[in-house]
């Protein structure tokens, strides 16, 4: 039989719950109809979407119709940004929007394309640990601003941002400024939810993404919250599904398993965090003891309960990877994402690390199968593949390497 491994890498994906998978299976055999149809198998497909809406909704604490299911996380955030974005552009409020530095390329890329059509974004600087710069991030809140868009718990370095004052900042200038809804606060929640509180009304935000295939769901759904009233322009046409605002016929079994998902991670939440944590600070400590030359990169305590994640002097964080998959044990350098850029992480050269040190990272994840054993194998084998890889390298170990 072949071994299993040790899956280090629940930041990228997670693996779907038993129970999650027997939903979506019994789903698919019984609710085939499409949604929109009149006829009964129709309907009866519709109300179990409908049902997995409330359900997803009460957990946020916000109503059924404020919430709809794009294909992914990364669809949810690209309408979130360019739905505000495209929508805005017939009232005339504004065009800048405010985003940090440190956020999923899926937010980055959408900036960056809203850039090219004339929007102005600026970029929130984080500090040496991550965290939003709130003073900072004070000074760029302008009366044409019309979105600020910052994540709140970090996929490469699990860093947690202070969402409830940067929320108060918001609604403060609002009432202060623009006397209007704008700006329009919104967070990609892909990484938080499961581990943090995802209640709307405790977080204050106006729209909120999150990812089925962070939560054990499945891939190829993802969830948006948009607040009752806020204008959004639908970046997917062709029908008028999800009220209108993300067009094409539902997938019943994988918002049902998003939903379902959902439903059992708040349940395990509280439980789960509390083992997490134990392992989580265990390997930092050990590493800390047993690798020398070494960065912890992200807040050592506001961060995600499984993140871990390393900068190691004189290697290649590409080559370190490598070397644990040969050893059966599966970790990543920074965002599956990002997996084919060799650049170095955006993430870890805003919080100042060298490029020479950006890339020598490690990010490991924890998961519901991760056990203490687990990660006293896989410091042994860092300790030896860093002292091999190391001993081969041309990069000289420099123990200032932050900028």
């Known amino acids: 039989m072949k071994k299993k491994g040790i899956y280090l890498d629940y930041a990228a994906t997670t693996p779907i719950d038993s129970a999650v998978l027997k939903l979506m299976n019994d789903v698919c055999l019984s609710f085939y109809a499409n949604p929109t ?7 009866l497909a519709k109300k179990r979407i409908e049902e997995a809406r409330t359900l997803v909704a009460n957990i946020l604490e916000v109503k059924s119709s404020e919430i709809i299911f794009p294909g992914s996380g990364t669809e949810a955030d690209n309408l979130a940004l360019f739905g505000i974005a495209h929508a805005n552009k017939h009232f005339h409020f504004g065009k800048h929007i405010i985003i940090s530095t440190i956020e999923h390329k899926a937010i980055l890329e ?44 970090n996929n490469e370095i699990g860093t947690i941002q202070p969402m409830k004052e940067i929320a108060k900042i918001i609604k403060n200038f609002r009432s202060s400024h623009s006397g ?59 029908g008028g599904q999800e009220w209108g605002q993300r067009a094409g016929t539902e997938s019943i079994s994988l918002i049902i398993g998003l939903a379902e998902a959902l439903k059992i991670a708040v349940g395990k939440q509280e439980k789960e965090n509390v083992r997490l944590l134990k392992l989580r600070d265990y390997l930092i400590d050990k590493i800390e003891k047993n690798i020398s030359y070494i960065f912890l990169n992200g807040h050592r305590t506001k961060r ?16 370190l990877v490598l070397y644990l998959d040969n050893a059966k044990i599966y970790c990543s350098t920074g965002s599956a994402c990002s997996s084919l850029d060799l650049l170095p992480s955006h993430v870890l ?55």
């Open 37 to 43: 149809s009149l006829h009964e198998p129709g309907r």
């Open 110 to 153: 959408s900036a960056e394309r809203l850039k090219k059509e004339g929007f102005e974004i600026s970029y929130a600087p984080v500090d040496k640990d991550g965290i939003l710069d709130i003073n900072k991030f004070k000074k760029l809140l302008r009366e044409d601003t019309i979105l600020v868009s910052i994540i709140y718990a």
């Open 349 to 403: 050269l805003s919080i100042g690390l060298t490029p020479e040190l950006a890339h020598g990272s490690l990010r490991i994840t924890l998961g519901r199968d991760t056990k203490m054993s687990d990660l006293d194998i896989l410091v042994n084998q860092l300790v030896k593949i860093i002292s091999n890889l190391r001993s081969i390298s041309a990069i000289k170990i420099n123990k200032n390497e932050r900028k």
């Open 304 to 319: 995600l309960p499984n993140n871990i994640n390393f900068s190691f002097t004189g290697i290649e964080g590409e080559a």
């Open 180 to 238: 209007t809804n704008y700006p329009l606060f919104h967070t990609d929640a892909c990484q938080a939810a499961g581990a943090l509180n995802i209640s709307i009304k405790e977080l204050g935000v106006d729209l909120m993404t999150i990812n089925g295939s962070k939560i054990y769901g499945p891939k190829g759904v993802g969830c948006l919250f948009i607040k009752k009233g806020i204008k959004i322009e639908p970046q997917i046409v062709g």
